[in-house]
């Protein structure tokens, strides 16, 4: 059998994850809100574009 694969190697595992600091998960959480913000943005402005666009050339209702 494995030696990593028992209760005393997992326990020993598990104390080797360094595992994030708070401070990290609120800067990372804040960046991916803001990134996610900017692309929804980019692509209502992209669609309000391609609708007048389309409208002044006589396609679409």
Sequence with gaps: MLKWFSLSGISKEIKRIRWPKVKDITENTG???????????????????????????????
């Design 31 to 61: 960046e991916v809100l803001l990134f996610v913000a900017a692309f929804g943005a980019f692509f209502i402005v992209s669609d309000l574009v391609i609708t007048f666009i389309l409208k002044l050339i006589g396609i679409g209702a």
